[in-house]
């Protein structure tokens, strides 16, 4: 356990672990779901989710990362020896290879928008020219494959550096300028005409717009935005030091997400509704919408860059701690060298990554399950997957494990006390935190279409 790798400090321990949550479900889905679900209305429950559910599984699965120092299947093995729980982590590491696949071709997007944004050739069009450029690209039969070969190679080269030197390093680089560049832009955001309108759609609910499917998503959007049932945040855990304490890292890590989500929703509704329009637009509001939008504010340049900086910044610290998940696993469990590991990790992610890439051009009539493979990807990990997972997680914490492991994992070898957090903390990961994600698990599966 000594010659295994640790931050060098909490501060590092804390930046990643804020770094694995925050991504584009921060920056590019929250708004989105913000808006098609009523703004504030949404945004009440969502917070409600995030203490109810979010961190009662953050600390599920740092009390097993911690408690262990060992990948997901190491962990489990050690705490459920004997049994088939462990079983569980595989699913953990599928999901998080098919994730990192489909992915990182966002991500390659990400890149050449940004390349685009660099050598000024994202000013000067029209709104449908911005269409048909994304439409071009996405669809092309190389170029898009091309950009996530490079982002994943951007990746490697992180993750082949190791904990301290490679993930704690860029995370204590990254996280910093991703909040000073999202204050950079809140504070012009808030100059524009019509920026009032936007801070009120997000911050003034109306409660007539509250219902079961805002309610839904809601929960889905917390639970995807803190990456949690993945296990990544466990993964990350178990570079923690015993000394790090647990309740309270989990709920900064929390607290530092959900900031950056409302932060990222007071940078995106003022600037559209100072420009009459709605951020209900998926994709196309990141590559086609703010594009336009930026062009026409004045330095238009600077803003195009560093949007498209902070994307990158959000995306490449996301995809090494669902990279590390794996990696952890091929070292420990196979008893690979670190290189050798992130050399398998990444040949799978490139394989399948650039078959996902090609999901909207050459392969796009390429259907299983009337999906294609960027598609099916997407729907298997997140709406299957990365819920079970945390159910499990959830589950195996509060009714399996060992209740002095526990004690000690939560009061830091009796160093703290949660005395007065113990019961409630205890409730949410014995019943409300299972209860809410089989809600969104069901949802997910589309079994409540015909009520909502």
């Known amino acids: 356990m000594s010659e295994r790798a640790q931050f060098v400090t909490r501060l590092g321990a804390i930046a990643a672990t804020v770094g694995s949550a925050v991504g584009l479900g921060n920056i590019w889905r929250f708004p989105y779901e913000a808006g098609v679900n009523g703004g504030g209305a949404f945004l009440l ?62 991500c390659g997007w990400i890149v050449e928008y940004l390349f685009q944004a660099i050598t000024g050739n994202l000013s000067g069009h029209s709104a449908g020219e911005y269409s048909a450029m994304f439409g071009g690209f996405v669809s092309h039969p190389w170029r898009p494959v091309l950009w996530t070969v490079l982002f994943l190679c951007i990746n490697f080269w992180v993750l082949r550096r190791g904990i301290k030197r490679g993930i704690e390093k860029v995370s204590n680089f990254m996280m910093p300028i991703l909040f000073l560049i999202l204050l950079v832009f809140i504070v012009y955001a808030l100059t524009l005409p019509g920026a009032a309108d936007g801070l009120k759609f997000l911050f003034l609910p109306d409660f007539s717009q509250i219902s079961p499917k805002v309610a839904i998503g809601a929960m889905g959007q917390a639970f995807f935005s803190l990456s949690i049932g993945l296990s990544c945040i466990l993964t990350y855990a178990s570079y923690f030091k015993d000394s790090d ?42 590559f086609e919408i703010l594009p336009n939008i930026f062009q026409q504010l004045p330095g238009g340049y600077f803003w195009s860059v560093l949007f498209f900086l902070l994307l990158f910044f959000a995306s490449i610290t996301s995809t090494i701690s669902m990279s590390e998940i794996s990696i952890s696993f091929f070292m420990e469990e196979h008893k690979m060298s670190r290189k050798k590991a992130t050399s398998v990790n990444t040949g799978i992610a490139l394989v399948f990554g650039s078959l996902c890439a090609l999901s909207f051009g050459v392969l796009s009539d390429f259907t299983i399950f009337g999906k294609t493979l960027f598609d099916l990807f997407d729907y ?4 299957i997957m990365l ?66």
């Open 45 to 106: 429950i969502y917070i409600g989710c995030v203490f109810l559910v979010g961190i009662p599984v953050i600390v599920s699965e740092f009390v097993i990362g911690r408690g262990t120092h060992k990948n997901v299947a190491g962990a489990l093995k050690q705490l459920a020896p004997g049994t088939k729980w462990h079983w569980v982590s595989y699913m953990g590491i599928a999901a998080s290879l098919m994730i990192l696949s489909f992915y990182s071709v966002v």
């Open 245 to 286: 304490p647990l309740m309270r890292n989990a709920t900064v890590v929390a607290v530092l997400d959900t900031l950056v989500a409302l932060l990222s929703g007071i940078m995106i509704f003022p600037v559209v509704f100072s420009f009459g329009m709605q951020p209900e637009a998926g994709p196309k509001l990141v």
């Open 380 to 383: 298997a990990s997140s709406n």
């Open 387 to 452: 819920p079970l997972g945390g159910i499990f997680f959830a589950w195996f914490v509060g009714w399996y494990v060992d209740k002095r492991f526990l004690d000690d994992q939560l009061t830091n070898f009796g160093t703290s006390t949660v005395s007065v957090w113990r019961k409630p903390l205890m409730f949410c990961i014995r019943y409300f935190a299972p209860s809410v994600i089989i809600i969104i698990f069901l949802y997910g599966l589309g079994l409540f279409d015909a009520l909502l």
